[in-house]
């Protein structure tokens, strides 16, 4: 069975480091786009991060950049999400996707990818 765990989730003040994984279960993620989506309460889900399966491709939204860092260990297949200087607006469940596609991925389409995590609480607040 094919499945996606994030963990590493949780509560941090604003300013603060959380850094969340995305395992895969059933399968290897070598040949798996994998990107990183939010949704925050009443408001749709919205794309954060993307990373294509060699790991030559990485994008993020405006409002991470400089501030999130995607990454794979495909060795242990795993993707990371390094989450610095965070927001209060970073407050929101966070899923991680995949897609088998090589050399590409979507930091903005959720219908793009076939698997979803079931998602990890972040909360950013004082």
């Known amino acids: 069975q094919l499945q996606l765990v994030e963990s590493g989730g949780g509560l941090v003040q604003p300013g603060g480091s959380l850094r969340l994984s995305c395992a895969a279960s059933?399968?290897?993620?070598?040949?798996?786009?994998i990107s990183w989506f939010r949704q925050a309460p009443g408001k749709e889900r919205e794309g954060v991060s993307c990373?294509?399966?060699?790991?030559?491709?990485?994008n993020y939204v405006d409002s991470v950049k400089g501030r999130f860092t995607i990454s794979r260990d495909n060795a242990k297949n795993t993707v990371y999400l390094q989450m610095n200087s965070l927001k209060p607006e970073d407050t929101a469940v966070y899923y991680c996707?995949?897609?088998?596609?090589?050399?590409?991925?979507?930091?903005?389409?959720?219908?793009?990818?076939?698997?979803w995590g079931q998602g990890t609480q972040v909360t950013v607040s004082s």
């Open positions: 990373i294509s399966s060699g790991g030559g491709i990485m």
């Open positions: 059933g399968f290897t993620l070598d040949y798996y786009a």
């Open positions: 996707a995949a897609r088998r596609i090589a050399g590409y991925c979507s930091v903005y389409t959720v219908s793009f990818y076939n698997y």
